[in-house]
């Protein structure tokens, strides 16, 4: 059985940062592409970033660009995302997802899926 588990979300102020972790089982880590995701309420689930399976090859949303950094550490079966400068409009559920291999970009190429972590940026 395949199992993403998110953690390290929670209440920052404006400004902050929080380190997420996406830690996997069930699967050969080291040969699948982590993507995270985040839904606000009321909205879709939209695409944050992404790397491929070596770490070689990264992709950020516009809107995090400069502000968020992904990394893994395949030893440990775990993805990072690094979040600084949070802003209010970050607030959202964040999941993380795998695909095989290369990034993608839609929540329709990945297969596996995390249960989410809350993030919540007050101002």
């Known amino acids: 059985q395949v199992l993403l588990v998110e953690s390290g979300g929670g209440l920052v102020q404006a400004g902050g940062s929080l380190r997420l972790s996406c830690t996997a089982s069930?699967?050969?880590?080291?040969?699948?592409?982590v993507g995270w995701f985040r839904q606000a309420p009321g909205k879709e689930r939209e695409f944050v970033t992404a790397?491929?399976?070596?770490?070689?090859?990264?992709y950020h949303a516009d809107s995090v660009k400069g502000r968020f950094t992904i990394s893994r550490d395949n030893a440990k079966n775990t993805v990072y995302l690094q979040m600084n400068s949070l802003k209010p409009e970050d607030t959202a559920v964040y999941y993380c997802a795998a695909r095989l291999y290369s990034i993608g970009v839609l929540t329709s190429e990945y297969k596996y899926w995390g249960q989410g972590t809350q993030v919540t940026v007050s101002s």
């Open positions: 790397i491929s399976w070596n770490g070689g090859n990264t």
């Open positions: 069930g699967l050969t880590f080291s040969s699948y592409a």
